[in-house]
Nanobody, 126 residues
Framework: QVQLVESGGGLVQPGGSLRLSCAAP????????MGWFRQAPGKEREFVSA????????YYADSVKGRFTISRDNDKNTVYLQMNSLQPEDTAVYYC???????????????????WGQGTQVTVSS
């Protein structure tokens, strides 16, 4: 069983920054695939970013490319999402996700992950 706990959400003005954290008590060293998704009111959950631990490869949705950066710190058992130049359309609940089994991985698909955090609210508003 993998427990994921997100933090770092909040209210920020357009153009501002936030850093989300996803803590996995225990060790994330063995969790090869981790991702961030978000869900705005009335919309489906959508892919934001993902990282593969074995080679450090990162993946981003076009809407956040160049503004968001995903990273992981195995020593701290934490995955981060640095979000810069935030815009009102980034407002959503952000979820951390993990996949603990191997095989072909499609980072942007929700069903590719088998553990989810509880979510953290990000609101971008003036």
């Amino acid at each position: 069983q993998v427990q994921l706990v997100e933090s770092g959400g909040g209210l920020v003005q357009p153009g501002g920054s936030l850093r989300l954290s996803c803590a996995a008590p225990g060790s994330i060293f063995s969790i090869n695939f981790m991702g961030w998704f978000r869900q705005a009111p009335g919309k489906e959950r959508e892919f934001v970013s993902a990282i593969r631990g074995s080679d450090g490869n990162t993946y981003y949705a076009d809407s956040v490319k160049g503004r968001f950066t995903i990273s992981r710190d195995n020593d701290k058992n934490t995955v981060y999402l640095q979000m810069n130049s935030l815009q009102p359309e980034d407002t959503a609940v952000y979820y951390c996700a993990a996949r603990v089994y191997d095989g072909t991985w499609i980072p942007s698909v929700t069903t590719q992950y088998n553990y989810w955090g509880q979510g953290t609210q990000v609101t971008v508003s003036s």
